[in-house]
Protein backbone atom coordinates (compact mmCIF):
# COMPACT_ATOMS: atom_id res chain seq x y z
CA UNK A 1 0.00 0.00 0.00
CA UNK A 2 2.63 2.37 0.88
CA UNK A 3 4.34 1.39 -2.95
CA UNK A 4 1.17 2.48 -4.35
CA UNK A 5 0.96 6.21 -2.72
CA UNK A 6 4.56 6.64 -3.48
CA UNK A 7 3.97 5.54 -7.12
CA UNK A 8 1.18 7.78 -7.35
CA UNK A 9 3.15 10.92 -5.60
CA UNK A 10 5.55 10.05 -8.77
CA UNK A 11 3.00 10.17 -11.35
CA UNK A 12 1.38 13.73 -10.03
CA UNK A 13 5.23 15.27 -9.54
CA UNK A 14 5.47 13.91 -13.17
CA UNK A 15 2.20 16.08 -14.10
CA UNK A 16 3.02 18.74 -12.09
CA UNK A 17 6.22 19.18 -14.29
CA UNK A 18 4.52 18.91 -18.29
CA UNK A 19 2.23 21.34 -16.57
CA UNK A 20 5.24 23.81 -15.83
CA UNK A 21 6.99 23.12 -19.04
CA UNK A 22 3.77 24.18 -20.68
CA UNK A 23 2.73 27.67 -18.81
CA UNK A 24 6.28 28.56 -17.83
CA UNK A 25 4.97 28.82 -14.15
CA UNK A 26 6.15 26.90 -11.35
CA UNK A 27 3.08 28.46 -8.78
CA UNK A 28 0.96 25.79 -9.84
CA UNK A 29 3.54 22.95 -9.54
CA UNK A 30 3.95 24.87 -5.96
CA UNK A 31 0.52 24.60 -5.06
CA UNK A 32 -0.38 20.91 -6.53
CA UNK A 33 -3.52 22.71 -8.40
CA UNK A 34 -3.10 21.60 -11.46
CA UNK A 35 -3.50 17.52 -11.90
CA UNK A 36 -3.26 17.53 -16.02
CA UNK A 37 -0.19 16.93 -18.80
CA UNK A 38 0.56 15.52 -22.22
CA UNK A 39 -1.24 12.24 -22.65
CA UNK A 40 0.60 9.05 -24.91
CA UNK A 41 -1.21 10.41 -27.81
CA UNK A 42 -0.41 14.11 -27.89
CA UNK A 43 3.18 12.49 -27.58
CA UNK A 44 3.60 10.09 -30.09
CA UNK A 45 1.36 12.68 -32.62
CA UNK A 46 4.09 15.45 -31.76
CA UNK A 47 7.13 12.98 -32.67
CA UNK A 48 5.43 11.45 -35.53
CA UNK A 49 4.77 15.36 -37.31
CA UNK A 50 8.25 16.08 -36.07
CA UNK A 51 9.51 13.26 -38.39
CA UNK A 52 7.13 14.39 -41.15
CA UNK A 53 8.58 17.72 -40.93
CA UNK A 54 12.31 16.78 -41.01
CA UNK A 55 11.70 14.63 -43.67
CA UNK A 56 10.02 17.06 -46.18
CA UNK A 57 13.04 19.59 -45.26
CA UNK A 58 15.57 17.18 -45.89
CA UNK A 59 13.90 16.46 -49.27
CA UNK A 60 13.03 19.95 -50.28
CA UNK A 61 17.10 20.42 -49.51
CA UNK A 62 17.52 17.85 -51.99
CA UNK A 63 15.67 18.84 -54.94
CA UNK A 64 16.78 22.35 -54.51
CA UNK A 65 20.81 21.18 -54.55
CA UNK A 66 20.13 18.82 -57.53
CA UNK A 67 18.17 21.94 -59.24
CA UNK A 68 21.29 24.34 -58.66
CA UNK A 69 23.98 21.63 -59.99
CA UNK A 70 21.45 21.20 -63.06
CA UNK A 71 21.41 24.87 -63.66
CA UNK A 72 25.08 24.78 -63.17
CA UNK A 73 26.28 22.31 -65.67
CA UNK A 74 23.90 23.87 -68.47
CA UNK A 75 25.51 26.94 -68.00
CA UNK A 76 29.05 25.65 -68.14
CA UNK A 77 28.04 23.48 -71.83
CA UNK A 78 26.31 26.62 -73.04
CA UNK A 79 30.08 28.18 -72.53
CA UNK A 80 31.50 25.53 -73.84
CA UNK A 81 29.04 25.72 -76.99
CA UNK A 82 29.42 29.42 -77.34
CA UNK A 83 33.58 28.90 -77.55
CA UNK A 84 33.04 26.28 -80.02
CA UNK A 85 30.66 28.44 -82.40
CA UNK A 86 33.40 31.40 -81.94
CA UNK A 87 35.98 28.86 -83.22
CA UNK A 88 34.16 27.90 -86.16
CA UNK A 89 32.83 31.76 -87.12
CA UNK A 90 36.72 31.86 -86.85
CA UNK A 91 37.81 29.57 -89.40
CA UNK A 92 38.18 29.81 -92.82
CA UNK A 93 34.10 28.87 -94.30
CA UNK A 94 35.38 26.87 -96.75
CA UNK A 95 37.18 24.66 -93.43
CA UNK A 96 33.82 24.61 -91.76
CA UNK A 97 33.17 21.29 -93.79
CA UNK A 98 29.04 20.13 -93.88
CA UNK A 99 28.14 16.71 -92.05
CA UNK A 100 27.36 15.88 -88.70
CA UNK A 101 30.12 14.61 -86.08
CA UNK A 102 29.65 14.14 -82.51
CA UNK A 103 33.25 13.18 -80.52
CA UNK A 104 34.08 13.51 -76.99
CA UNK A 105 34.84 17.03 -75.51
CA UNK A 106 38.00 18.31 -73.43
CA UNK A 107 36.29 18.41 -70.16
CA UNK A 108 35.24 14.17 -70.19
CA UNK A 109 31.85 15.22 -68.68
CA UNK A 110 30.37 15.93 -72.02
CA UNK A 111 29.97 14.65 -75.48
CA UNK A 112 29.51 17.15 -78.24
CA UNK A 113 28.14 16.72 -81.72
CA UNK A 114 28.30 19.72 -84.72
CA UNK A 115 25.91 19.45 -87.54
CA UNK A 116 26.67 21.61 -90.43
CA UNK A 117 24.50 22.22 -93.77
CA UNK A 118 24.65 24.57 -96.81
CA UNK A 119 21.66 26.64 -97.34
CA UNK A 120 19.65 25.95 -100.53
CA UNK A 121 20.96 28.34 -103.21
CA UNK A 122 23.00 29.83 -101.21
CA UNK A 123 26.43 28.73 -101.40
CA UNK A 124 28.32 31.46 -99.40
CA UNK A 125 26.05 31.06 -96.34
CA UNK A 126 26.42 28.13 -94.19
CA UNK A 127 23.71 26.64 -90.76
CA UNK A 128 25.75 25.53 -87.83
CA UNK A 129 24.16 23.52 -84.82
CA UNK A 130 26.13 22.71 -81.54
CA UNK A 131 24.39 20.25 -79.24
CA UNK A 132 26.35 19.30 -75.68
CA UNK A 133 25.45 16.30 -73.64
CA UNK A 134 26.49 14.12 -70.78
CA UNK A 135 29.21 11.85 -71.17
CA UNK A 136 28.00 8.66 -68.61
CA UNK A 137 31.03 6.79 -69.78
CA UNK A 138 34.14 9.02 -68.70
CA UNK A 139 32.27 11.61 -66.94
CA UNK A 140 33.22 12.01 -63.05
CA UNK A 141 30.19 14.15 -62.43
CA UNK A 142 26.60 11.72 -62.59
CA UNK A 143 25.13 14.89 -65.15
CA UNK A 144 22.72 12.78 -66.86
CA UNK A 145 22.15 10.34 -69.82
CA UNK A 146 23.68 10.49 -72.75
CA UNK A 147 20.08 11.52 -74.96
CA UNK A 148 20.05 14.56 -72.56
CA UNK A 149 20.65 17.61 -74.36
CA UNK A 150 22.15 19.85 -72.35
CA UNK A 151 23.12 22.72 -74.65
CA UNK A 152 21.69 23.81 -78.14
CA UNK A 153 23.36 26.62 -80.24
CA UNK A 154 22.60 27.27 -83.98
CA UNK A 155 24.53 30.43 -86.24
CA UNK A 156 24.89 30.70 -89.33
CA UNK A 157 28.34 30.86 -90.96
CA UNK A 158 28.53 33.27 -93.78
CA UNK A 159 31.38 33.40 -96.54
CA UNK A 160 33.76 37.01 -96.38
CA UNK A 161 33.96 38.12 -99.71
CA UNK A 162 32.68 41.10 -101.59
CA UNK A 163 31.20 41.18 -105.67
CA UNK A 164 34.20 42.01 -108.00
CA UNK A 165 35.03 42.67 -111.13
CA UNK A 166 38.80 42.05 -113.06
CA UNK A 167 39.64 43.37 -116.31
CA UNK A 168 42.66 41.70 -117.13
CA UNK A 169 42.30 41.86 -121.16
CA UNK A 170 42.77 38.73 -122.08
CA UNK A 171 40.05 38.52 -123.91
CA UNK A 172 41.45 41.13 -126.05
CA UNK A 173 37.80 43.12 -125.52
CA UNK A 174 37.07 46.15 -123.74
CA UNK A 175 34.07 44.50 -121.79
CA UNK A 176 33.70 42.89 -118.14
CA UNK A 177 30.68 40.85 -117.60
CA UNK A 178 27.61 43.17 -117.28
CA UNK A 179 29.37 46.67 -119.04
CA UNK A 180 31.45 47.89 -121.61
CA UNK A 181 33.98 50.08 -121.39
CA UNK A 182 33.93 53.18 -123.33
CA UNK A 183 36.86 54.88 -124.46
CA UNK A 184 37.89 58.12 -125.66
CA UNK A 185 39.17 59.67 -128.28
CA UNK A 186 38.28 56.47 -130.40
CA UNK A 187 41.22 54.87 -132.04
CA UNK A 188 43.48 55.78 -129.23
CA UNK A 189 43.15 53.14 -127.27
CA UNK A 190 44.01 49.84 -127.87
CA UNK A 191 44.50 46.21 -126.41
CA UNK A 192 47.70 45.35 -127.19
CA UNK A 193 50.44 42.42 -125.81
CA UNK A 194 52.71 44.18 -123.69
CA UNK A 195 55.27 42.63 -121.20
CA UNK A 196 53.81 38.86 -122.21
CA UNK A 197 50.27 39.69 -121.26
CA UNK A 198 47.70 41.99 -122.74
CA UNK A 199 47.32 45.16 -121.96
CA UNK A 200 45.50 48.59 -122.60
CA UNK A 201 47.47 50.72 -124.64
CA UNK A 202 46.87 54.86 -124.74
CA UNK A 203 48.99 56.35 -127.38
CA UNK A 204 47.61 59.74 -128.51
CA UNK A 205 51.22 61.67 -129.07
CA UNK A 206 50.56 64.61 -127.25
CA UNK A 207 48.82 66.02 -124.02
CA UNK A 208 45.58 65.59 -125.56
CA UNK A 209 43.32 63.98 -121.96
CA UNK A 210 42.63 60.08 -122.97
CA UNK A 211 39.75 59.00 -121.28
CA UNK A 212 38.25 54.79 -120.50
CA UNK A 213 34.96 53.99 -118.77
CA UNK A 214 31.73 51.70 -118.55
CA UNK A 215 29.41 53.52 -120.91
CA UNK A 216 26.86 51.05 -120.49
CA UNK A 217 25.87 47.52 -118.04
CA UNK A 218 27.29 49.28 -114.95
CA UNK A 219 25.47 47.08 -111.85
CA UNK A 220 26.64 49.17 -108.99
CA UNK A 221 26.10 46.82 -105.73
CA UNK A 222 27.03 49.32 -103.69
CA UNK A 223 28.54 52.86 -103.32
CA UNK A 224 31.41 51.59 -101.27
CA UNK A 225 33.85 50.27 -103.58
CA UNK A 226 37.42 49.93 -104.32
CA UNK A 227 39.43 50.52 -107.68
CA UNK A 228 42.84 49.24 -107.95
CA UNK A 229 44.94 48.76 -111.34
CA UNK A 230 48.32 48.35 -112.99
CA UNK A 231 49.61 51.96 -114.78
CA UNK A 232 52.96 51.33 -116.89
CA UNK A 233 54.48 55.03 -118.49
CA UNK A 234 56.45 54.47 -121.13
CA UNK A 235 59.51 56.26 -122.16
CA UNK A 236 61.05 55.82 -125.25
CA UNK A 237 65.29 56.19 -124.89
CA UNK A 238 66.39 59.36 -125.46
CA UNK A 239 63.35 61.47 -124.84
CA UNK A 240 64.72 64.33 -123.07
CA UNK A 241 61.22 66.13 -123.26
CA UNK A 242 60.53 67.61 -119.80
CA UNK A 243 56.91 67.35 -119.90
CA UNK A 244 54.93 65.80 -117.51
CA UNK A 245 53.19 62.13 -118.34
CA UNK A 246 50.41 60.71 -115.75
CA UNK A 247 47.71 58.40 -115.49
CA UNK A 248 44.80 57.68 -113.20
CA UNK A 249 42.19 55.48 -111.50
CA UNK A 250 38.77 56.87 -110.29
CA UNK A 251 35.49 55.82 -108.86
CA UNK A 252 31.94 57.39 -108.07
CA UNK A 253 32.28 59.03 -111.24
CA UNK A 254 29.83 60.49 -113.85
CA UNK A 255 30.60 59.89 -117.50
CA UNK A 256 32.25 64.05 -117.56
CA UNK A 257 35.18 62.40 -114.84
CA UNK A 258 33.63 64.34 -112.09
CA UNK A 259 34.72 62.16 -109.39
CA UNK A 260 37.35 60.93 -106.78
CA UNK A 261 41.31 60.05 -108.43
CA UNK A 262 44.41 58.40 -107.50
CA UNK A 263 46.82 59.83 -110.28
CA UNK A 264 50.42 59.37 -110.39
CA UNK A 265 52.45 62.44 -112.55
CA UNK A 266 56.19 61.87 -113.58
CA UNK A 267 57.42 65.48 -113.84
CA UNK A 268 61.35 65.28 -115.44
CA UNK A 269 61.48 68.79 -115.30
CA UNK A 270 61.47 68.73 -111.80
CA UNK A 271 62.94 65.39 -111.37
CA UNK A 272 60.45 64.29 -109.13
CA UNK A 273 56.80 62.09 -109.23
CA UNK A 274 53.51 63.02 -107.43
CA UNK A 275 50.58 60.38 -106.15
CA UNK A 276 47.74 62.39 -105.77
CA UNK A 277 44.78 61.98 -104.62
CA UNK A 278 42.07 63.98 -106.63
CA UNK A 279 38.20 65.22 -106.77
CA UNK A 280 37.60 65.67 -110.36
CA UNK A 281 40.49 68.26 -111.17
CA UNK A 282 41.81 69.62 -107.58
CA UNK A 283 44.01 68.06 -105.39
CA UNK A 284 42.76 66.56 -101.70
CA UNK A 285 46.27 65.17 -101.07
CA UNK A 286 49.43 64.58 -102.54
CA UNK A 287 52.38 62.37 -101.76
CA UNK A 288 55.69 63.66 -103.53
CA UNK A 289 59.39 61.34 -104.40
CA UNK A 290 61.87 63.51 -105.36
CA UNK A 291 64.45 62.49 -107.16
CA UNK A 292 62.39 59.66 -108.67
CA UNK A 293 61.40 59.22 -112.37
CA UNK A 294 58.43 56.30 -112.11
CA UNK A 295 58.95 56.09 -115.81
CA UNK A 296 59.37 51.86 -117.37
CA UNK A 297 57.97 50.25 -114.57
CA UNK A 298 54.90 49.09 -113.43
CA UNK A 299 52.98 50.17 -110.23
CA UNK A 300 49.79 49.81 -108.79
CA UNK A 301 47.15 52.54 -107.44
CA UNK A 302 44.21 52.21 -105.46
CA UNK A 303 41.17 53.97 -104.58
CA UNK A 304 38.96 53.04 -102.07
CA UNK A 305 35.61 54.83 -100.86
CA UNK A 306 34.25 54.03 -98.01
CA UNK A 307 31.58 56.27 -96.94
CA UNK A 308 32.73 59.53 -96.73
CA UNK A 309 36.39 57.73 -95.78
CA UNK A 310 38.45 58.39 -99.21
CA UNK A 311 41.58 56.52 -99.12
CA UNK A 312 44.64 56.48 -101.58
CA UNK A 313 47.18 53.51 -102.24
CA UNK A 314 50.52 53.32 -104.00
CA UNK A 315 52.26 50.20 -104.10
CA UNK A 316 50.17 48.65 -101.88
CA UNK A 317 51.00 51.28 -99.53
CA UNK A 318 47.89 53.18 -97.89
CA UNK A 319 48.97 57.21 -98.39
CA UNK A 320 46.41 58.62 -96.69
CA UNK A 321 42.64 58.76 -95.85
CA UNK A 322 40.55 61.77 -95.76
CA UNK A 323 37.30 62.70 -94.92
CA UNK A 324 35.19 64.12 -98.63
CA UNK A 325 31.46 63.89 -99.42
CA UNK A 326 31.53 65.55 -102.87
CA UNK A 327 30.95 62.63 -104.51
CA UNK A 328 28.42 59.81 -103.68
CA UNK A 329 27.76 58.00 -106.46
CA UNK A 330 29.20 56.54 -109.76
CA UNK A 331 31.61 54.00 -111.79
CA UNK A 332 35.43 53.59 -112.53
CA UNK A 333 36.62 55.89 -114.97
CA UNK A 334 40.21 56.24 -116.45
CA UNK A 335 42.58 59.17 -117.42
CA UNK A 336 45.65 59.47 -119.00
CA UNK A 337 47.98 61.71 -120.57
CA UNK A 338 50.99 60.71 -122.49
CA UNK A 339 52.79 64.21 -122.84
CA UNK A 340 54.66 63.81 -125.90
CA UNK A 341 54.95 61.62 -128.95
CA UNK A 342 57.73 59.47 -127.91
CA UNK A 343 55.59 58.13 -124.40
CA UNK A 344 52.74 55.61 -123.89
CA UNK A 345 50.58 54.78 -120.84
CA UNK A 346 49.62 51.52 -120.08
CA UNK A 347 46.58 50.12 -118.15
CA UNK A 348 46.35 46.58 -116.98
CA UNK A 349 44.56 44.39 -114.41
CA UNK A 350 41.67 46.67 -113.61
CA UNK A 351 39.74 45.20 -110.50
CA UNK A 352 36.07 46.63 -108.76
CA UNK A 353 35.80 45.23 -105.45
CA UNK A 354 32.30 46.22 -104.09
CA UNK A 355 32.21 46.48 -100.09
Not at 2 to 10: C, D
Not at 47 to 62: H, K, S
Not at 128 to 134: A, K, S
Request: charged content about 20%.
Amino acid sequence: MKNLINNYKKLNDIQRLIRVMKTGSGKEFESGKLNCGFSYVEVLLSVILLALLAGGIATAFYVASSGMKSIEVKQLAYTYAQREMERLINRNFDEVTVGTNRTEYIDDNFEYSINTTLVDNQPNLKNVRILFFPNPIKGTDNIGESSDILSDLFNNIVKVGFPEYLETFNDGNYYIPTFAWSNSPRGQWNIVSFGGSPASRYNHPSTALGTSYPSSGWVSHSNNYTVEGKVYLHRAPGDTSTRTSYAAIGGRCDRFGRGYFVRIDVEPARNRTRVRLMSTTTTIHTTTYSGVLYFNQWVTLRLEMIGNNISYYFNGRRLRTVPHSTHTSGFPFLRAVTGHANRLVYFDDIKIEFR
